[in-house]
T-cell receptor, first 113, second 113 residues
Framework: GAGVSQTPSNKVTEKGKYVELRCDPISGHTALYWYRQSLGQGPEFLIYFQGTGAADDSGLPNDRFFAVRPEGSVSTLKIQRTERGDSAVYLC???????????FGEGSRLTVL | KQEVTQIPAALSVPEGENLVLNCSFTDSAIYNLQWFRQDPGKGLTSLLLIQSSQREQTSGRLNASLDKSSGRSTLYIAASQPGDSATYLCAVGRGSTLGRLYFGRGTQLTVWP
C-alpha cells in the first residue's frame, strides 16, 4: 500500500476484555514496530519485528501484551484482560531493508472503560 | 537507558519568525536521529533523518543539526507559517544497528497569523 495502515482507528472496550489491533505496513518493508503513546508523551517502544520474528520485544509491559507477524507483512497486537491504564494510541511503523527512516501509521486509539 | 529531552515543551510565535527547537540525549552512541511532526489526532510524519556520521540535513525551510559528542540536535524552522503548527518530536536510534527509537515528549508549536 501507499502508507502504513492501522485498524481500527478507534476502539472502545470494557475492562477485562480482549483486543486486537492490526497493522498493514508499506509493501516490501521488512521491519515493523509497535509503539504506544499516552496523552502528552512521546511514543514508547513496545516491539520490533524483522521479517516474521520479534527482534526486540523488551518494550512489552507485561504478559498481557503479545504481537505476531506470521507472514512477515501484516502484524497484530493483542492485549488480554485490558486495564484502564492500557488506554492510549497504539502506533505502528515500518522501515525498508536499506533505509533507516521510519514511516508511521495514523494509530489506533484504544479506550478502556 | 537512553533519555531524550526536548526544550521548550511549548512555543507560541507570530508568523514569520525563525525558530529553534532543541533535543538532547544522554547516550552519545547513537545510530541516527530523526525529527517528526505530529498533528493533533494523527500519526507521525518524518521530517528529517540524520545518520550518526552526518552533521546536518536540510529540507526546504527546515534544517536539523547533530552534535553527537555533546548529545544535542536542533531543528531550525525558517520563516514560520501557521501551517507549521504541530508537535515536533525528536527520536534517536541507539547503538550500531537499526532498532528501536527513543522519543522525547515533543515541542508543541503554535504559529499565529
Amino acid at each position: 500500500g501507499a502508507g502504513v495502515s492501522q485498524t481500527p482507528s478507534n476502539k472502545v472496550t470494557e475492562k477485562g476484555k480482549y483486543v486486537e489491533l492490526r497493522c498493514d505496513p508499506i509493501s516490501g518493508h521488512t521491519a515493523l514496530y509497535w509503539y504506544r503513546q499516552s496523552l502528552g508523551q512521546g511514543p514508547e517502544f513496545l516491539i520490533y519485528f524483522q521479517g516474521t520474528g520479534a527482534a526486540d520485544d523488551s518494550g512489552l509491559p507485561n504478559d498481557r501484551f503479545f504481537a505476531v507477524r506470521p507472514e512477515g507483512s501484516v502484524s497484530t497486537l493483542k492485549i488480554q484482560r485490558t486495564e484502564r491504564g492500557d488506554s492510549a494510541v497504539y502506533l505502528c511503523a515500518s522501515r525498508g531493508n536499506r533505509e533507516s527512516e521510519l514511516f508511521f501509521g495514523e494509530g489506533s486509539r484504544l479506550t478502556v472503560l | 537507558k537512553q533519555e531524550v529531552t526536548q526544550i521548550p515543551a511549548a512555543l507560541s510565535v507570530p508568523e514569520g519568525e525563525n525558530l529553534v527547537l532543541n533535543c538532547s540525549f544522554t547516550d552519545s552512541a547513537i545510530y541516527n536521529l530523526q525529527w517528526f511532526r505530529q498533528d493533533p489526532g494523527k500519526g507521525l510524519t518524518s521530517l528529517l533523518l540524520i545518520q550518526s556520521s552526518q552533521r546536518e540535513q536540510t529540507s526546504g525551510r527546515l534544517n536539523a543539526s547533530l552534535d553527537k559528542s555533546s548529545g544535542r540536535s536542533t531543528l531550525y524552522i525558517a520563516a514560520s507559517q501557521p501551517g507549521d503548527s504541530a508537535t515536533y518530536l525528536c527520536a534517536v536510534g541507539r547503538g550500531s544497528t537499526l532498532g528501536r527509537l527513543y522519543f522525547g515528549r515533543g515541542t508543541q508549536l503554535t504559529v499565529w497569523p
